[in-house]
């Protein structure tokens, strides 16, 4: 599995949008990129999942440039329930193996939301 | 989405003792569920895979005899938790594939074990 690396904190005012960048240079080419949040004393809420290009959804954005070493969870306009602790996983998300995919969880970035 | 459950949601217990945890997918049928430990302020760490009619699959360094896994059923997982100790206080999580196009995970709500 890739490993990834993303910043430790981040902080950011109400309102405002927040990009959250991670690397991951070692992806193999079945890697989907895969964002969770999770709150305090919660399991992780799944966000967005991608694997090139551009992914939207209604509450983000993913961004994956051509080599897909790197991707970047946009949030937009955020507000105090978006502090949490947001992790960027990559993994193997063929479909000959789904359920059987294994998550290993990087340090994470933990977000804080400033009124 | 897809739901997965976890009973209890806390516990309290006193060393020596054994603990079990259930991990439930309510609206799907799961036939791997994953268990998680997370210390506080701490990243996930997997510690065993569940595959539905067969023996888990521990990561490095757990101990399969302390931390039981029966995946019973295609909506059942539980982890027991043999002779407790303080050091073993920790958030368990439970998560389940829906077998979906992308294969996303979904995570139970977490059990918060305290071991006196």
């Known amino acids: 599995l890739a490993k990834t690396t993303q910043p430790i904190s981040m902080d950011s005012y109400e309102g405002q949008e927040v990009n959250i960048t991670c690397s991951h240079n070692n992806i193999a080419t079945n890697d989907y990129i895969t964002w969770y949040q999770q709150f305090p004393s919660q399991g992780p809420r799944f966000i967005i999942q991608g694997y090139k290009t551009k992914v939207t959804n209604e509450v983000a954005s993913l961004f994956i440039p051509a080599d897909r070493k790197s991707s970047t969870l946009s949030l937009p306009r955020v507000s105090l329930s978006d502090t949490a602790v947001y992790y960027c996983?990559?993994?193997?998300?063929?479909?000959?193996?789904?359920?059987?995919?294994?998550?290993?969880f990087g340090t994470g970035t933990r977000l804080t939301i400033i009124p | 989405g897809a739901v997965v459950s976890q009973h209890p949601s806390w516990v309290i217990c006193k060393s020596g003792t054994s603990v079990k945890i259930e991990c439930r997918s309510l609206d799907f049928q799961a036939t791997t569920m994953f268990w998680y430990r997370q210390f506080p302020k701490q990243s996930l760490m997997l510690m065993a895979t569940s595959n539905e009619g067969s023996k888990a699959t521990y990561e490095q360094g757990v101990e399969k005899d302390k931390f039981l896994i029966n995946h019973a059923s295609l909506t059942l997982s539980t982890l027991t938790v043999t002779s407790a100790h303080p050091e073993d206080s920790s958030f368990y999580i439970c998560s389940a594939s829906s077998g979906g196009l992308y294969n996303e995970q979904f995570f139970g709500p977490g059990t918060r074990l305290t071991v006196l």
């Open positions: 996983l990559v993994g193997d998300m063929d479909i000959s193996n789904f359920g059987n995919e294994k998550l290993t």
